[in-house]
């Protein structure tokens, strides 16, 4: 993923100045580009027009990237893989540890991600070639080869349905980043789908210091959807924490709209002092689902594992799914140096769970008129004083002060709520790799 007769070469050329009409839907396509960022697909190769061959494959696709290849079966099968290595003919394997098969489940995507760093075989009289698991287009025929547990772990029956007949076969090239606006965004966030069945919304805890800005997040969030400014949470300046109870917050499309597809849960604020503020405790129990709605907080005396409000088996739905740390930007570089241990052993505890971290730096727009240039100056001391990659810190500007939207806040706060997104995805690909090696069925 050849044929060295005339005719059939001729036939390829005469079929390929036909149009090229996707097979993969709109809606599949913004599935998939859901996995990947601020993209969009452009098909290259489809076998039905330029041949079910590997020279056909290779004079679309070769030296292209990133690529997404998808297979078609009778049985109704939709499903492919992701690299963003670029196909050759040199007949080696390829690292890529951003490589993942997926197959479609109705509207859903499911993901294998690669656990081996040979995800991608360049080879000449095939189409896609990931590992020895999947390849389409094998040995210049119409099929699929497949043999699951070398590179990807995937069950063949719900990858394929066991039914290795291709009736198609289209490989798209991913075209770079785009903005999106407003309308987008939101529509982007409406649409969006958790990859497991039994998760209709995400859980992203919001933790940070006192007065950075974590309540006041979901306000501003909520407000965006609304319409108009909006305090729905509790928010203000304290030089202690107001949020005193842990809140989890849905968000409506519109004030009769349906629930989006997050929840953002609120938390006691983060104190330098011994015994004040969230305790470490408490957070675990957070984090592993244990801790009731509207719970009050103690600093002094954290939940009890037998208490009577305990949560003891919470199911999938009701744990973190990603946390994002709430940080002021005007007052990362005076820090005290106790509060920053405590972040520090939060997202070693976090880490250890497993669960995806991002940081929203709020008021990046205090004492500076040139925000941009203010923003990644601060992001670069957030990044070295917390150890965060700056990949993983996103610039927000939360209404406090305002009485209107504002377009430019607007969008920076829809774009972090998709980038939790992203990191939410990431987690639920962990938890299904998990269950595909335990057996089990989200």
């Known amino acids: 993923m050849s044929s060295t007769n005339s005719f059939t070469v001729l036939y390829s050329v005469q079929k390929s100045k036909s149009k090229m009409n996707p097979r993969l839907t709109q809606s599949q396509q913004r599935t998939i580009c859901a996995q990947l960022g601020r993209v969009k697909l452009q098909l290259l190769y489809k076998a039905s027009i330029h041949g079910f061959t590997g020279a056909a494959f290779h004079q679309r696709c070769d030296n292209r990237s990133p690529t997404v290849s998808v297979g078609y079966n009778n049985s109704g099968f939709v499903f492919g893989g992701y690299t963003k290595q670029p196909f050759s003919q040199s007949g080696q394997y ?12 109705a509207k859903k995507l499911i993901k294998y991600p690669v656990n081996n760093a040979c995800a991608v075989r360049m080879i000449a009289n095939s189409g896609p070639y990931f590992g020895e698991d999947l390849v389409l287009v094998n040995a210049s025929q119409a099929v699929t080869h497949s043999n699951p547990g070398n590179y990807y772990n995937f069950p063949a029956a719900q990858m394929h349905g066991n039914d290795l007949n291709l009736t198609e076969c289209e490989v798209y090239q991913v075209e770079g980043k785009f903005s999106m606006n407003k309308t987008e965004l939101i529509e982007y966030i409406k649409s969006y789908k958790p990859t497991v069945s039994s998760v209709t919304q995400p859980r992203v805890l919001l933790i940070g210091p006192v007065g950075a800005g974590k309540s006041s997040f979901f306000n501003s969030v909520n407000s965006v959807f609304r319409g108009h400014v909006t305090s729905q949470a509790i928010s203000g300046s304290s030089s202690t924490s107001l949020t005193t109870q842990f809140r989890s917050y849905s968000v409506k499309a519109g004030r009769e ?50 208490a009577h409000s305990y949560r003891t088996s919470p199911g999938l739905k009701d744990k973190i799914h990603c946390v994002a740390y709430v940080i002021d930007a005007s007052k990362v570089s005076i820090m005290p140096t106790g509060l920053e241990e405590k972040l520090d052993a939060i997202r070693r505890k976090v880490n250890l769970i497993g669960i995806p971290q991002l940081v929203l730096l ?18 670069q001391e957030v990044g070295s004083r917390l150890g965060v990659p700056l990949s993983c810190i996103i610039p927000v500007k939360n209404y406090s002060e305002e009485l209107e939207l504002d377009m430019n ?12 997104f992203r990191f939410v995805d990431n987690y639920f690909d962990e ?3 998990t269950s595909v090696d335990r057996g089990l069925i989200l």
């Not at 709020?362 to 992001?379: A, Y």
């Open 94 to 105: 390829v690292n890529d540890d951003q490589a993942f098969l997926f197959t479609f489940n």
């Open 362 to 379: 709020t008021k990046v727009d205090e004492g500076t008129n040139t925000f941009f240039l203010c923003s990644v100056i601060q992001m």
């Open 257 to 306: 709209g349906k629930p989006l597809p997050i929840i953002l849960c609120d938390t006691m604020g983060l104190e330098e002092t011994k015994g004040a503020g969230l305790d470490i405790d408490d957070l675990s129990s957070i984090l592993k689902g244990h801790l009731p709605e509207r719970y009050q907080f103690n600093p002094s005396a954290p939940l009890h594992p037998e």
């Open 431 to 433: 938890v299904m790799v």
């Open 409 to 420: 806040c607007d969008i920076l706060l829809l774009s972090a709520v998709i980038q939790m």
